[in-house]
């Protein structure tokens, strides 16, 4: 099975800042990762698929890149409103695993 | 706009079986172009991917839970269906049905999530 890992772990930013997470697979995936967003409280939200074809109705703040095993989601200027846990997640092959999650929040 | 929503009890004795349903509206769940999914989430941790089942019958499970997981479709009635068996206080989580958009990849759709506790 294919595992993810993430880092930072958790991170705190000022609003404005640029941000980067970024995800690592245990083998290659081509493309097939998709980036999600959880607020505290609700039901995750994807962001990006492919790893960086951004779906509709996303912030265009938000970009994915990446290829192979290493892939980052990138926040050009963060906003209060994106505080929030961001997940990875292959779709390569199953299982579709995720990533252990990015905390987000403002310094 | 395509809606999911799980139902099924809230409480279940550990060592008994989770079932749970999801109800999809606003979409057909025979359509050949997604997955239909079950997603865990612990209260305070990451998500845990169980597994998908295809309009086919088609199913793919994570081998963490492959011996306790049955995921099941009914075109007829446009839901699917997730059995966890053995169950303990590790099964306690946030349970979500979600569809995978299979052609392009990712989850586009989430149900709101349902919470069972394992507890006697």
């Known amino acids: 099975d294919i595992q993810m890992t993430q880092s930072p772990s958790s991170l705190s930013a000022s609003v404005g800042d640029r941000v980067t997470i970024t995800c690592r697979a245990s083998?290659?995936?081509?493309?097939?990762l998709a980036w999600y967003q959880q607020k505290p409280g609700k039901v995750p939200k994807l962001l990006i698929y492919a790893a960086s074809i951004l779906q509709s109705g996303v912030p265009s703040r938000f970009s994915g890149s990446g290829s192979g095993t290493d892939f980052t989601l990138t926040i050009s200027s963060l906003q209060s409103e994106d505080v929030a846990t961001y997940y990875c997640?292959?779709?390569?092959?199953?299982?579709?695993?995720f990533g252990p999650g990015t905390k987000v929040d403002i310094k | 706009q395509v809606q999911l929503q799980e139902s099924g009890p809230g409480l279940v004795k550990p060592s008994q079986t989770l079932s749970l349903t999801c109800t999809v509206s606003g979409g057909s769940i025979s359509s050949g172009d997604y997955y239909w999914s079950w997603i865990r989430q612990p209260p305070g941790k990451g998500l845990e991917w169980i597994g998908y089942?295809?309009?086919?019958?088609?199913?793919h499970y994570n081998p963490s839970l492959k011996s306790r997981v049955t995921i099941s479709v009914d075109t007829s009635k446009n839901h699917f269906s997730l059995k966890l068996s053995s169950v303990t206080a590790a099964d306690t989580a946030v349970y979500y049905c979600?569809?995978?958009?299979?052609?392009?990849?990712?989850?586009?759709?989430w149900g709101q999530g349902t919470l069972v506790t394992v507890s006697s």
């Open positions: 083998q290659g995936i081509s493309n097939f």
């Open positions: 979600a569809r995978d958009f299979m052609v392009r990849g990712g989850v586009d759709y």
């Open positions: 089942i295809h309009s086919s019958g088609s199913t």
């Open positions: 997640q292959n779709y390569n092959s199953a299982p579709f695993t």
